[in-house]
């Protein structure tokens, strides 16, 4: 079945730009989704489609899609950003069809 | 304004068989393009897609759950009922439901809020 690759961590001070990638054989022929998810509570979708956002997440929010790596970036990063990200694709001739990446813990240093 | 609530049993025994019901609102689950989806997410793991029904009944499995999965939907009452035999502690998790939308690319938006199924003797 399909494998999506995140690194488990990643850090960034605030006020800089974060970027969480998410690895895959090429995911670039793919639609790519990304979530965030803080302690507790259940997954907020923040990027769908490679690089559209759902109303009421912030422009800061952008994502990308290429070759066998799809990115998500958080520009300007702040406190609040700080959860775990997760990417997901959906290939519905696939027998797999849904698959998520194992997660990103972004910490704000 | 679209919301998902799940419920069902927050303990079940091993070899048990686990009925999760999600009840929705916002939308109508006869609509082209859409679905919902299950997700479970073990305490302190990642997550993990299980089952999906489309608007038109097709229903999409997990191929490593697909023989213990069983996905329905009543359109009338706005539910969609997920079951799971054969219930192993390793089953322990939180199960999400949630919107999905195939016009954009399947993406799961918005999620109920969870329930927590302990699976234990």
């Known amino acids: 079945s399909y494998v999506l690759t995140q690194p488990p961590s990643v850090s960034v001070a605030p006020g800089q730009t974060a970027r969480i990638t998410c690895g895959g054989n090429?995911?670039?022929?793919?639609?790519v989704h990304w979530y965030q998810q803080k302690p507790g509570q259940a997954p907020v979708l923040v990027v769908y489609?490679?690089?559209d956002r759902p109303s009421g997440i912030p422009e800061r929010f952008s994502g990308s899609n290429s070759g066998n790596t799809a990115t998500l970036t958080i520009s300007r990063v702040e406190a609040g950003d700080e959860a775990d990200y997760y990417c997901?694709?959906?290939?519905?001739?696939?027998?797999?069809?849904?698959?998520f990446g194992g997660g990103t813990k972004l910490t704000v240093l | 304004q679209i919301t998902l609530k799940e419920s069902g049993p927050t303990l079940v025994k091993p070899t048990q068989t686990l009925t999760l019901t999600c009840t929705f609102s916002?939308?109508?689950?006869?609509?082209?393009?859409?679905?919902v989806g299950w997700i479970r997410q073990p305490p302190g793991k990642a997550l993990e897609w299980l089952a999906l029904?489309?608007?038109?009944?097709?229903?999409r499995y997990s191929p490593s759950l697909k023989s213990r999965l069983t996905i329905t939907k009543d359109t009338s009452k706005n539910q969609v009922v997920l079951t799971m035999t054969n219930m192993d502690p390793v089953d322990t998790a939180t199960y999400y439901c949630?919107?999905?939308?195939?016009?954009?690319?399947?993406?799961?938006?918005?999620w109920g809020q969870g329930t927590l199924v302990t699976v234990s003797s």
């Open positions: 949630a919107h999905g939308i195939a016009a954009a690319g399947m993406g799961f938006d918005p």
């Open positions: 916002g939308f109508s689950l006869s609509t082209s393009g859409v679905g």
């Open positions: 029904i489309y608007w038109d009944d097709d229903k």
């Open positions: 090429n995911i670039g022929s793919k639609s």
């Open positions: 489609d490679d690089s």
């Open positions: 997901q694709v959906w290939d519905s001739s696939s027998d797999h069809p849904g698959v």
